[in-house]
């Protein structure tokens, strides 16, 4: 299970540090599929993982590529309804719960496949300010959704995140992929303190993926620089619409 855990890893990681997101969305079924993990450990182990390589991609964002308030607006809404959301992962069936995760990447993959340049507004104001009357309640509720799916789920929501921040929101992209980053570690950390009591894996297993994802996140945030970025939204996009279908079968299947 090492092995499979690492190359997975690997994989996670690099979507991180490419978009931004979208390594939290593959990381459960990575894990399910993959490793051989069940449902119910790999949603707070891939939280773990994704939490984890998320921390370290951002790292070379920190001082310019990071919108810290609203990071920190959208997270904290967030931390809110991922308790909710996890309350309601424990009263549904995990067919149901793997068939919505389904349904939620082919709507993720089809919005990447449209165009992700900020449009600007309220929130991303040319001279590089925020008017926050007409913002905050757009961050907040953009927090309140990718919040709940992150304890449902096990995902981070850079998948929801990177296209809300952007066309949204209006973030550039160069602030975009840094703030998104930032998010999912605070929703990360929600959503594990949401599972606090259901992390009963192979700590071995979880912590090869993870530090195979971080290393990875840290190469492909270099190498995501140098690519342009609709062959990166468009290549994840349909890498994510084959994962959806194999996840949908694999539900309905069992």
């Given at each position: 299970?090492?092995?499979?855990?690492?190359?997975?890893?690997?994989?996670?990681?690099?979507?991180?540090?490419?978009?931004?997101?979208?390594?939290?969305?593959?990381?459960?079924?990575?894990?399910?599929?993959?490793?051989?993990?069940?449902?119910?450990?790999?949603?707070?182990?891939?939280?773990?993982?994704?939490?984890?390589?998320?921390?370290?991609?951002?790292?070379?964002?920190?001082?310019?590529?990071?919108?810290?308030?609203?990071?920190?607006?959208?997270?904290?809404?967030?931390?809110?309804?991922?308790?909710?959301?996890?309350?309601?992962?424990?009263?549904?069936?995990?067919?149901?719960?793997?068939?919505?995760?389904?349904?939620?990447?082919?709507?993720?993959?089809?919005?990447?496949?449209?165009?992700?340049?900020?449009?600007?507004?309220?929130?991303?104001?040319?001279?590089?300010?925020?008017?926050?009357?007409?913002?905050?309640?757009?961050?907040?509720l953009t927090g309140v959704v990718v919040g709940f799916l992150t304890g449902l789920l096990g995902?981070?929501?850079?998948?929801?995140?990177?296209?809300?921040?952007?066309?949204?929101?209006?973030?550039?992209?160069?602030?975009?992929?840094?703030?998104?980053?930032?998010?999912?570690?605070?929703?990360?950390?929600?959503?594990?303190?949401?599972?606090?009591?259901?992390?009963?894996?192979?700590?071995?297993?979880?912590?090869?993926?993870?530090?195979?994802?971080?290393?990875?996140?840290?190469?492909?945030?270099?190498?995501?620089?140098?690519?342009?970025?609709?062959?990166?939204?468009?290549?994840?996009?349909?890498?994510?619409?084959?994962?959806?279908?194999?996840?949908?079968?694999?539900?309905?299947?069992?």
């Open positions: 299970m090492i092995l499979p855990a690492l190359a997975f890893g690997a994989i996670v990681g690099g979507l991180l540090g490419l978009v931004g997101g979208g390594g939290s969305i593959l990381a459960v079924p990575a894990l399910v599929y993959g490793v051989g993990l069940p449902l119910a450990a790999a949603i707070p182990g891939s939280l773990v993982v994704v939490g984890a390589s998320s921390a370290v991609a951002v790292l070379p964002r920190v001082r310019r590529g990071v919108n810290w308030r609203l990071a920190v607006v959208i997270g904290a809404a967030g931390t809110l309804t991922a308790y909710l959301g996890a309350a309601v992962n424990r009263m549904l069936d995990q067919r149901i719960l793997l068939l919505v995760f389904a349904a939620i990447m082919v709507v993720a993959a089809i919005r990447m496949l449209r165009t992700t340049e900020a449009v600007g507004g309220s929130c991303a104001l040319p001279d590089g300010g925020v008017e926050w009357r007409s913002c905050l309640p757009k961050a907040i995902v981070g929501g850079g998948f929801l995140i990177v296209p809300a921040l952007a066309l949204v929101l209006g973030l550039p992209m160069a602030l975009t992929v840094g703030t998104s980053l930032v998010i999912i570690v605070i929703n990360s950390l929600a959503g594990l303190a949401a599972h606090a009591g259901e992390m009963h894996f192979d700590w071995m297993v979880v912590g090869a993926f993870a530090v195979a994802a971080m290393a990875a996140s840290l190469i492909a945030g270099r190498l995501g620089r140098r690519l342009p970025e609709p062959v990166l939204k468009r290549g994840f996009a349909v890498l994510v619409l084959v994962v959806a279908v194999y996840v949908a079968v694999q539900a309905l299947v069992r």
